[in-house]
Antibody, heavy 117, light 107 residues
Framework: QVQLQQSAAELARPGASVKMSCKASGYTFTSYTMHWVKQRPGQGLEWIGY????????EYNQKFKDKTTLTADKSSSTAYMQLSSLTSEDSAVYYC??????????WGQGTLVTVSA | DIQMTQTTSSLSASLGDRVTISCSASQGISNYLNWYQQKPDGTVKLLIYYTSSLHSGVPSRFSGSGSGTDYSLTISNLEPEDIATYYCQQYSKLPWTFGGGTKLEIK
């Protein structure tokens, strides 16, 4: 079965960067795009962007373009998202989600990022 | 960006009820509309894709409908495990956008 295992919670200082991971199993990693979604405490869902693990092509929501870098390692079936120049506005749960056709068919459990001095 | 609006932020219903959750788009989205369920522990699952197609493994009491700018998710015969927040999401245009969510509670 499809599984997306995300990395553990992160505590980071303002101005720092964090890089989180999403390890995929149960399907061919390069056959589907991997998306990332942000959820601030008590808020709704925001689509950050996606990566095509086969080609490395990325598409970003303009809102997150200067904040986020998406990468993927085919050898380990792992997708990564790096967040830079962290502020309190970046404190959130971040989900990875594998695409279906034009949907987010399977989701990871989320990684909590807390930005605090 | 296309704005997705779920006007009902919370909804209370009884077990066995039929519940309808609505979602509207700021412009026509040609049925490119998905529904997701988020449980209180944060787990998110796809329920419905392309307005009315049921995702694998989703119980048949869930159904979706709509066209143009107005869409809905219906849960027939509400069960305790349906307690969750429900989000609509459009994929007509990038960036993909979500509604604000409708939290479903048991009366």
């Amino acid at each position: 079965q499809v599984q997306l295992q995300q990395s553990a919670a992160e505590l980071a200082r303002p101005g720092a960067s964090v890089k989180m991971s999403c390890k995929a199993s149960g399907y061919t990693f390069t056959s589907y795009t991997m998306h990332w979604v942000k959820q601030r405490p008590g808020q709704g869902l925001e689509w950050i962007g996606y990566i095509n693990p086969s080609s490395g092509y990325t598409e970003y929501n303009q809102k997150f373009k200067d904040k986020t870098t998406l990468t993927a390692d085919k050898s380990s079936s792992t997708a990564y998202m790096q967040l830079s120049s962290l502020t309190s506005e970046d404190s959130a749960v971040y989900y990875c989600a594998r695409s279906g056709d034009y949907d987010l068919a399977y989701w990871g459990q989320g990684t909590l990022v807390t930005v605090s001095a | 960006d296309i704005q997705m609006t779920q006007t009902t932020s919370s909804l209370s219903a009884s077990l066995g009820d039929r519940v309808t959750i609505s979602c509207s788009a700021s412009q026509g989205i040609s049925n490119y509309l998905n529904w997701y369920q988020q449980k209180p522990d944060g787990t998110v699952k796809l329920l419905i894709y392309y307005t009315s197609s049921l995702h694998s493994g989703v119980p048949s009491r869930f159904s979706g409908s709509g066209s143009g700018t107005d869409y809905s998710l219906t849960i027939s015969n509400l069960e305790p495990e349906d307690i969750a927040t429900y989000y609509c999401q459009q994929y007509s245009k990038l960036p993909w956008t979500f509604g604000g969510g409708t939290k479903l509670e048991i009366k």
